[in-house]
């Protein structure tokens, strides 16, 4: 579904026009749309429907109260990667036997906060890890339902800074090592070795890299049962790939039959880690247009967005159509230009040679597909606010998080007590 469709020559959020919403809140601004969000879970969960399989939303994409609020509502778990994002998690309301923790630098003060909380698993991607993770539960009286996250040793064939399943990066034990680390789990106190994990790349539209994963952690886990440990959990990551430009997305029906087909005659307990896919075609960044610059070569349009407020063009040459608030004409020639933000670095680019109708300065316009991986990987570089986010219901919005004042962000820094007085006199 798409919630961003024009209406009476105005680009909407479900029922609300977007100049509206810049009114109140001011630009840039990032605005999600809970039916989208709603939607796209519940395409998930209709297409793992009697398989069994939860989902986990990986938080990571987009970790607002309100979009967790909005996901926990509807019964979805989480997948956390540090104690920020558990807390955050905890906090909207996620029931912790629901929380898995991943990542691949848990800290000790990390494993306590998981373990006092009671998540439902913690997801090990090392030899020191598990071996610290044995004396913090130890320590407590507890013991860590855990799994290990195995490198199957699969190119997901995406980005190379988003892909993780392949040997030689720093995620996982590689699958040729898995049978030894789990032996060795098994000995020590306080560790359970009960679940396998695997994630093997973001933004995937194959379904063939799953397959392959999923077929050699079948093989492993009836390996491991043949040596007498017990696996009765597998979590088969995320990556499920949306459209950003031409993309066909990952068809959640063949996913679903290849885990009908692979993964439920393991007959273990199931999840599934989706971050991009439940929010990222949920969100839009809203920015307005400062100047149109005309050189000899090139035209720019100067938008009040920059790489700081959505990194992803920047950092992974990723594309995000621009989309005019103010509908074209029909037949309205399309002139190109190039994106850019106001931050002092040629990379703050978001885009060269986009086609687009006419613009003038003061014009809105929205970066589409901007739900995951945006506000989340935003920064104050160049002293830039922090961008708010707004939450569409239907006709109603709410500001999520709001901007914070000048004021604010200076107040944050401490000036040492051997600056005294005012720095003018
Ligand atoms: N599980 C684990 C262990 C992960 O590392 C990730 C993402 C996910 C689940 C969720 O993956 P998703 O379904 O969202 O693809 N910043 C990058 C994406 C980084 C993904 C990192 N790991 C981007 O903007 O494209």
């Known amino acids: 579904m798409n919630p961003f469709q024009y209406r009476n020559g105005v680009l909407h959020a479900e029922g609300l026009p977007l100049p509206a919403i810049a009114e109140a809140v001011g630009t840039p601004f990032y605005c999600y749309s809970t039916a989208a969000i709603e939607a796209n879970y519940g395409a998930f969960a209709r297409a793992l429907d009697g398989t069994g399989v939860r989902i986990a939303y990986a938080l990571k994409a987009n970790s607002n109260q309100a979009v967790i609020r909005t996901l926990a509502g509807l019964g979805c778990g989480a997948d956390v990667v540090s104690e920020g994002e558990l807390r955050r998690a905890l906090a909207a309301g996620v029931p912790p036997d629901l929380i898995v923790f991943s990542g691949v630098g848990k800290t000790r003060e990390e494993m306590e906060a998981a373990l006092a909380a009671g998540i439902h698993q913690l997801n090990v991607e090392s030899v020191p890890e598990l071996e610290l993770l044995s004396e913090v539960a130890t320590a407590m009286g507890r013991t860590a339902e855990i799994a290990l996250r ?15 399943g392949v ?23 306080g560790i359970a070795p009960v679940g396998v994990a695997l994630h093997i790349g973001s933004q995937l539209t194959d379904i063939a890299p799953y397959r392959a994963a999923y077929l050699r952690v079948a093989e492993l886990i009836r390996a491991l049962r043949a040596e007498g440990i017990a696996i009765s959990r597998i979590d088969l990551g995320g990556g499920m790939g949306i459209r950003y430009r031409d993309e066909r997305p990952l068809d959640l029906d063949s996913f679903a039959a290849l885990v009908r087909e692979a993964v439920v005659p393991l007959d273990c307990e199931m999840m599934i880690e ?11 960044l809203v920015s307005r247009v400062i100047y149109v610059k005309e050189t000899d070569h090139r035209r720019f349009l100067i938008v009040d967005g920059a790489m700081n407020d959505l990194i992803r063009p920047s950092l992974y040459d990723a594309w995000h159509d621009l989309i005019p608030v103010r509908e074209p004409e029909p037949g309205t020639a399309h ?54 986010e707004v939450l569409v219901k239907g006709e109603n919005f709410a500001t999520v998080r ?16 051997w600056f005294e007085g005012d720095p003018r006199t």
């Open 402 to 417: 709001k901007r914070p004042t000048f004021e604010e962000m200076i107040a944050a820094d401490t000036v040492p007590p």
């Open 150 to 164: 195995i490198n199957p040793d699969v190119d997901a064939g995406t980005h190379a800074k988003i892909t993780t």
């Open 167 to 189: 040997k030689g990066n720093k995620f996982g034990i590689d699958i040729d090592q898995a049978a030894a680390v789990y032996r060795r789990a098994r000995e020590l106190p």
């Open 335 to 388: 002139r190109p230009y190039d994106i850019v933000g106001p931050v002092c670095e040629t990379g703050d680019t978001f885009a060269r040679d986009r086609l687009l109708p006419p613009l003038a300065a003061g014009e809105l316009v929205a970066f589409a597909s901007a739900g995951a991986y945006g506000a989340v990987m935003a920064s104050t570089y160049n002293s830039r606010p922090l961008v708010p």
């Open 274 to 284: 989706p971050g991009r896919s439940l929010v990222g075609n949920a969100g839009l």
